[in-house]
């Protein structure tokens, strides 16, 4: 009976001891492996975002310069000028006659010198009807129309249509172009002359400062390299060599239609992000990529992941060789220690079943001072111990129960932070989403309106001339045939002569006025302006008027509300130029309900409701902003209530209490300032906002 427990005890203990040294061994090391594994790869992907991230501001910010010089070209004096006098000497004597050559001679010095002042490859003339008239490095061009079907298709020709249509500066894609034999991008940029299109300036950029940037394998290991892409098509081309492949520039694609979620297609969709994938070598990497929206393209970042990971092999061993030790030793010292505890084990084996049928009397033989004994001598004190153990039981329960009831008002108030935290959240995406809707409807009205303005005045032009025409037709002609004398009186000719100038002014003032909406719809949204940026502040409290202006009317209830400004000459401020732009709504709205409540009221017989707006720079660097109304005014005990959240004196349905809230927040804890509410009962309210003018040093 012995031997078979003896052996059973021996089995287990050999399967415990390998279970205890196995189990512990395999789920450290396999945590230490993934924890070196996710340890580098979170730091691979962190360099990686970061590198994407450098390089795509650093590209965008170099095409966006290079678009920069071309709209100033295009403005400079003498290209005006050279545009509008070759243009005359091709059309009327061609490009091999003497008077273009004496127009050649005349210009083309100062074309080269922008040339090299500015680094581009080619600088060419384009004239409204798609003819190449100037060429400084490439001739070949001069004499081609782009609008015939051989070169429609080509880059250039489509960059100088968007240009011309767009009336704005454009730029194409790099691709291989055949006149240079390497790859390029145009630049083009429409000319105008007394507010009209005359012609195109087209830059020619080669990319070998772009190739530089996207060439720099920094940071990047043995492997690691960049790949700049541009959809052309259901295709993402490559337009640069890269690290394995220096020929791959305008060589390698990528098929979207077989590859949808490929990082390439993400980021030229305007994604980011980062992620283990396949390359085009089928090597598996860890990527991060960026949008380039200057050139529309996607910029994708990435290293080998056998690169990455090289370290983690001697991890791998050191395990290996751990776990073969330990199947070694632990079965030998589990069969020691079983032969030294067995016996004693099952005589208390014995005792035990005893005690389990309910003789608590019965106490076990020690007959050691280790830890068989100590257990022996615990077991006979566990008898004298279990009614104590029962009344200490019957003590936690009841202690339980009480931090139970704890734990549930500890929750309750919870929840109700919870509620005003998700309240405050929904508040804010709503304004978020306000301001990507304005800026979508600004961005999408600009440009029809812009085209709608900008031929306005030739349009009064045309009907002056043929108004002209008709008053000598009239004069000359003074006794037309009864035909048209009866036209004439039925469209009431001398009505439509008076009127017409009149209707081409209310169009070009209301197109104007559009103008003026969009910029300052675009002026309070700022998606663009998330980060902390020097602006200033009197464009968004003049945005925000303008938004408001409609309220700001007079009504059939109340007289115009009067808005006066008095700004101080302010430097540029640094802020979040989105969130404080809600400030100046927030309380402007509010400045605007309380003169409406209290022209109904009428109190005090009051005629004039009116705003004050004004601004100042104190000598410690701080920007004040006075918001005043002559409203109603707050009482004492409602002001200290002001700014906590959910409070509101409005009906129910036309205030959440959030603004002034979210406002004291946006003002104290992102710009570092102060919010204030001075207000009397029937003498009004005014609203003082303090930031600091430089929010780098009020952080240091």
Request: glycine fraction near 4%; charged fraction near 20%; proline fraction near 4%.
């Amino acid at each position: 009976m012995k031997n078979v427990k003896n052996k059973k005890l021996v089995n287990k203990l050999l399967f415990w001891f390998l279970l205890i040294a196995l189990v512990p061994l395999s789920i450290v090391t396999s945590i230490q492996y993934y924890m070196a594994r996710n340890s580098l790869k979170k730091e691979v992907n962190n360099n990686l975002n970061y590198i994407a991230e450098s390089k795509t501001k650093f590209l965008d910010s170099y095409i966006n310069e290079r678009q920069n010089n071309a709209a100033t070209i295009a403005q400079i004096p003498n290209i005006i000028d050279a545009a509008e006098a070759y243009q005359k000497a091709f059309n009327k004597y061609g490009i091999k006659s003497e008077e273009y050559q004496q127009v050649n001679y005349k210009y083309r010095h100062f074309i080269t010198n922008y040339l090299e002042i500015f680094g581009y490859s080619d600088i060419l003339l384009i004239s409204q009807a798609g003819n190449p008239i100037f060429s400084l490095n490439n001739p070949k061009e001069i004499g081609k129309n782009y609008y015939q079907l051989t070169y429609k298709n080509s880059e250039i020709a489509k960059v100088f249509d968007r240009a011309k249509t767009l009336m704005q500066v454009e730029i194409s894609n790099f691709t291989y172009y055949t006149s240079n034999h390497e790859p390029t991008a145009f630049i083009a940029a429409p000319i105008f002359k007394n507010n009209l299109i005359i012609g195109v300036v087209v830059l020619q950029l080669n990319n070998q400062k772009f190739n530089k940037v996207v060439n720099d394998y920094t940071g990047l290991g043995k492997s690691g390299e960049t790949i700049v892409g541009s959809l052309v098509d259901e295709r993402i081309i490559f337009t640069a060599p890269t690290r394995h492949d220096p020929k791959a520039a305008f060589q390698r694609y990528v098929n979207i239609n077989n590859n949808k979620l490929h990082p390439l297609n993400q980021a030229t969709q305007g994604l980011k992000g980062n992620d283990i994938t396949i390359d085009y070598r089928n090597q598996e990497t860890i990527a991060a990529w960026r949008y380039l929206p200057s050139l529309n393209a996607g910029v994708l970042v990435k290293i080998d992941a056998d690169e990455v990971f090289a370290p983690l092999k001697t991890l791998r061993n050191i395990v290996i060789m751990l776990g073969t030790i330990t199947l070694l030793l632990v079965p030998l010292a589990a069969i020691i220690v079983a032969k030294s505890i067995s016996q004693p084990v099952i005589e208390l084996t014995q005792i035990v079943q005893e005690f389990a049928q309910g003789n608590l009397s019965k106490q076990a033989s020690v007959f050691s001072d280790d830890e068989i004994g100590q257990l022996e001598l615990s077991f006979n004190s566990m008898a004298a111990q279990l009614e104590a153990s029962f009344e200490t039981i019957k003590e936690r329960e009841q202690e339980l129960t009480i931090a139970k009831e704890q734990l549930e008002k500890v929750l309750a108030e919870v929840q109700q932070e919870a509620h005003q935290l998700a309240a405050q959240l929904i508040q804010s995406e709503k304004m978020s989403s306000l301001g990507q809707l304005v800026a979508g409807v600004a961005h999408e009205i600009n440009n029809p309106i812009n085209f709608i303005y900008g031929n306005v005045t030739p349009a009064r032009q045309y009907i002056q001339d043929i108004l002209r025409l008709l008053k000598l037709y009239q004069h000359h002609y003074p006794y037309p045939i009864q035909e048209i004398e009866d036209e004439a009186e039925a469209i009431d000719i001398n009505f439509l002569i008076a009127d017409l100038p009149k209707l081409l002014t209310s169009m070009e003032i209301g197109a104007k006025r559009i103008t003026e909406i969009v910029l300052s719809l675009r002026n309070f949204s700022r998606l663009d302006e998330a980060e902390m940026k020097a602006v200033d502040i009197h464009e968004g409290i003049d945005s925000t008027l303008m938004i408001l202006e409609n309220r700001l009317k007079a009504t059939s209830d109340r007289p115009a509300i009067e808005v006066i400004k008095k700004y101080a000459k302010l430097p540029l401020v640094e802020c979040y130029t989105g969130q404080l732009n809600q400030v100046f709504m927030n309380i402007l709205a509010n400045a605007i309900d309380a003169l409406e409540e209290r022209k109904i009221s009428n109190f005090l017989g009051l005629d004039k409701l009116q705003i004050h707006i004004s601004t100042e720079l104190t000598n410690d660097g701080q920007v004040i902003i006075h918001i005043i109304d002559n409203g109603v005014g707050i009482p004492e005990k409602l002001k200290k209530l002001l700014f906590d959240p959910f409070f509101t004196t409005k009906p129910i349905g036309k205030g959440t209490g959030l603004g002034l809230s979210i406002s004291y927040k946006i003002i104290t804890e992102q710009h570092h300032g102060k919010l204030q509410c001075i207000s009397f009962p029937g003498h009004g309210t005014e609203f003082i906002i303090s930031i600091p003018l430089y929010q780098n040093l009020k952080e240091g």
